[in-house]
């Protein structure tokens, strides 16, 4: 199944536009082991998710022991959701080609997070994989992300809706997404705007303050789909005692119905 079909049903089965990110920060953690939290986490909200996004910087630094666990994660996840790697990768074509088999046949992602700074070349070998979904950065959510988003280039455009664009371009198979940060409503308008078919990756819910009714409303398409919406931290750490799936659980609950509440105000 291709990823975009891959996307639609799971989220129309769980009625779901909510992503939970799968970060394991052990420091936070209540004292359980790395997989076994990953693996209640994902017991505790199968039903509640379109889909899930490991950060692959939360596993890599954990060492082998952590790439083990990530690999034990993905394998566990029902076939049914699909699980984005974020990974940010992005360089020259030999390496971005080892980069995208690594992700996509290694880790067997269904889609990826990749940085389009390098160009056509550092994307392509992504792009080939026509059943995986690519979503290229285009407006994070960090506070940073105006230091080089916002240029403007000769035609007066910010290279972030250049990057919407030129992604635009490369969906030549149906395959491409975008990064947006809910942090910037605005721009997330734009880009939608842009894109109209696209779906797009919502970080910076929760934690980073983005709005939950701005990244709906603007994020969505004509039907209310395309979507993600990802929370990582406010659902994985919702408790710190022995009842943190449960506490995940209730506040992805939350999340899912407090989303779909603002979709049926939008659409209909």
Same mark, same amino acid.
């Given at each position: 199944?291709?990823?975009?079909?891959?996307?639609? %049903?799971?989220?129309?089965? /769980?009625?779901?536009?909510?992503?939970?990110?799968?970060?394991?920060?052990?420091?936070?953690? $209540?004292?359980?082991?790395?997989?076994?939290?990953?693996? =209640?986490?994902?017991?505790?909200?199968?039903?509640?998710?379109?889909?899930?996004? $490991?950060?692959?910087?939360?596993?890599?630094?954990?060492?082998?022991?952590?790439?083990? %666990? +990530?690999?034990?994660?993905?394998?566990?996840?029902?076939?049914?959701?699909? !699980?984005?790697?974020?990974?940010?990768?992005?360089?020259i074509g030999n390496t971005a080609k080892a980069? =995208?088999?690594?992700?996509?046949?290694?880790?067997?992602?269904?889609?990826?997070?990749?940085?389009?700074?390098?160009?056509?070349?550092?994307?392509? $070998?992504?792009?080939?994989?026509?059943?995986?979904?690519?979503? #290229?950065?285009?407006?994070? %959510?960090?506070?940073?992300?105006?230091?080089?988003?916002?240029?403007?280039?000769?035609?007066?455009?910010?290279?972030?809706?250049?990057?919407? %664009?030129?992604?635009?371009?490369?969906?030549?198979?149906?395959?491409?997404? +975008?990064?947006?940060?809910?942090?910037? $409503?605005?721009?997330?308008?734009?880009?939608?705007?842009?894109? &109209?078919?696209? &779906?797009?990756?919502?970080?910076?819910?929760?934690?980073?303050?983005?709005?939950?009714?701005?990244? !709906?409303? /603007?994020? #969505?398409?004509?039907?209310?789909?395309?979507?993600?919406?990802?929370?990582?931290?406010?659902?994985?750490?919702?408790?710190?005692?022995?009842?943190?799936?449960?506490? =995940?659980?209730?506040?992805?609950?939350?999340?899912?119905?407090?989303?779909?509440? #603002?979709?049926?105000?939008?659409?209909?």
């Amino acid at each position: 199944m291709v990823f975009v079909d891959k996307l639609l %049903s799971a989220g129309r089965h /769980n009625k779901s536009l909510l992503c939970v990110g799968l970060d394991p920060d052990v420091t936070l953690m $209540p004292g359980v082991g790395l997989l076994g939290f990953n693996k =209640a986490i994902i017991d505790a909200t199968a039903d509640l998710v379109c889909a899930y996004k $490991p950060n692959l910087a939360f596993y890599e630094a954990l060492g082998t022991d952590g790439l083990e %666990s +990530l690999l034990k994660t993905v394998e566990y996840i029902p076939n049914f959701i699909p !699980v984005i790697g974020d990974g940010k990768r992005g360089d020259i074509g030999n390496t971005a080609k080892a980069y =995208a088999r690594a992700l996509f046949e290694t880790f067997r992602f269904d889609a990826a997070t990749v940085n389009p700074y390098l160009g056509h070349d550092a994307v392509e $070998p992504f792009l080939e994989y026509k059943d995986k979904g690519i979503f #290229i950065l285009c407006r994070t %959510s960090n506070p940073g992300a105006s230091d080089f988003q916002d240029l403007v280039d000769a035609r007066g455009m910010p290279l972030y809706q250049a990057v919407a %664009s030129k992604a635009r371009e490369w969906n030549t198979e149906g395959n491409v997404g +975008l990064v947006v940060g809910a942090t910037y $409503p605005g721009e997330l308008k734009t880009i939608r705007k842009l894109c &109209p078919e696209m &779906p797009i990756l919502i970080p910076g819910i929760g934690a980073q303050g983005g709005d939950l009714a701005s990244a !709906v409303k /603007n994020g #969505i398409d004509a039907r209310g789909e395309k979507a993600i919406i990802t929370v990582s931290r406010q659902i994985l750490y919702a408790s710190k005692g022995k009842d943190f799936a449960a506490g =995940a659980r209730r506040t992805a609950q939350g999340l899912r119905d407090d989303i779909n509440k #603002i979709i049926d105000q939008a659409v209909h």
